[in-house]
C-alpha cells in the first residue's frame, strides 16, 4: 500500500512541494502583477466541542488567528457558563447544542454544520493552541486533504501526556501503521483539519474518544493526502479531563479492529441473504439437501 506522504520535519513558513493534484484541483494561479488583489482565501471552519469549559475558552478564544471565518462551539449541555462566556468573548461564535453524548457526537454535529471549505477540530480546554492553526491550512492550500498534529515530529511535544497514555498511544499507533502501510507518528491527538469536501468520505460514526483513530484510519483507507505538523500539547488550563485512559483506549482498539482492512468484506461475507449465506450455504450453518429428481411419466 502507498505510504501516504507527512510533513517535513520543519516549522518554517517556506512553500512545500504540492503533492500530486487531483483533476478537480483549480489551477495554479499565474503570475500576478503587483496591482492585482490576492485571491480569497478558503474560509475555514473552527469546531470546538466544550462541556463545563467556561474558565478556558476566554483563553482559547482569545488565540483564535485571522484565517478562522466561523467558529462553531458545540455544546454538550454545560452546566456552567460556557456559551454566555463564548459570546461574550466571540459575539459571532456559533453555538449549537450536542444532539446526543460523547465527544465524537460533538464533533459530527459541529461537521455537519460547518459552512468553510477547510474544517478545523480542537478542544476547548486549552490544551491546543489556536496560533498553530495557519499550519494546517498551510497545507490544505497546498494541495493535501487531510491534516493532523503530532506531538512526536521536530519542534512538537507534550507537557501533558503521562507515560501511560503514552505507551498506549504508540502501541495503537504501531498497529495502524502496520495494518495501512503508513509512518504516521502520531494517533490520539485531536487536533486535525481537513477539507469539508472529503466529509463524507471520512464516514464518521464514533460517538467518544475514538473518533479521533476513526477520522485517521478513514482517510487512510480513502486515499486522502496525509501531512502531519508538529504541535506542542499544553496542560489543560483548568477542571478535569473527560477522558479515560484505559477505557476510551478500548474504544479505539476495538474501531481500529473493526476498521482494519478486510474486516468489512467478512462482515458481508457472513452475512446471510434470502436466508443464505454468501457462499451460498444456508444461513444455519448446515448443507443443503440436493433437490430430488422428478420422476418423468
Known amino acids: 500500500m502507498t505510504t501516504h506522504p507527512t510533513l517535513p520535519r520543519s516549522t518554517d513558513s517556506r512553500p512545500v512541494d504540492h503533492p500530486l493534484r487531483r483533476s478537480t484541483d483549480p489551477p495554479p494561479h499565474p503570475m500576478r502583477r503587483a496591482e492585482d488583489k490576492e485571491p480569497t482565501r478558503p474560509a475555514v471552519s473552527l469546531v470546538i466541542p466544550a462541556l463545563n469549559e467556561a474558565r478556558n475558552i476566554p483563553w482559547v478564544f482569545e488565540q ?3 484565517c478562522v471565518g466561523e467558529v462553531l462551539l458545540v ?25 446526543g453524548k460523547g465527544k465524537g457526537n460533538a464533533l459530527r454535529t459541529g461537521f455537519l454544520a460547518a459552512r468553510g471549505d477547510y474544517v478545523v477540530m480542537m478542544d476547548a480546554d486549552g490544551s491546543m493552541s489556536p496560533a498553530e492553526i495557519p499550519h494546517f491550512v498551510h ?40 495494518l495501512y502501510d503508513a509512518t504516521l507518528t502520531d494517533l490520539c491527538y485531536g487536533f486535525c483539519a481537513f477539507r469539508r469536501s472529503f466529509l463524507d468520505q471520512l464516514d464518521l ?15 487512510l483507507r480513502s486515499g486522502l ?7 506542542l500539547e499544553l496542560p489543560r488550563r483548568n477542571g478535569q479531563s473527560n477522558l479515560h ?13 473493526s476498521e482494519r482492512p478486510g474486516a468489512q468484506a467478512q462482515k458481508a461475507n457472513r452475512r446471510p441473504v ?20 422428478r420422476s418423468t411419466p
Do not use: C
Open 64 to 66: 483564535i488567528p485571522d
Open 75 to 99: 455544546d454538550g449541555d454545560s452546566h456552567d457558563a460556557t456559551v454566555r462566556v463564548a459570546t461574550r468573548i466571540l459575539p459571532t461564535v456559533r453555538s449549537i447544542p450536542q444532539s
Open 139 to 178: 497545507f490544505l492550500e497546498n494541495g493535501y486533504d487531510f491534516v493532523k498534529g503530532s506531538r512526536f515530529v521536530e519542534g512538537g511535544g507534550s507537557l501533558d501526556i503521562t507515560r501511560f497514555r503514552s505507551l498506549g498511544n504508540h502501541a495503537l499507533l504501531a498497529l495502524v501503521n502496520r
Open 205 to 219: 460514526h464514533a460517538t467518544g474518544f475514538e473518533i479521533e483513530a476513526e477520522m485517521i484510519v478513514h482517510a
Open 225 to 231: 493526502r496525509i501531512a502531519e505538523v508538529p504541535s
Open 245 to 257: 485512559a484505559i477505557s476510551d483506549g478500548r474504544r479505539v482498539l476495538r474501531t481500529l479492529l
Open 274 to 293: 434470502n436466508g443464505q449465506s454468501a457462499n451460498g450455504q444456508p444461513a444455519n450453518g448446515r448443507p443443503a439437501s440436493a433437490p430430488r429428481e
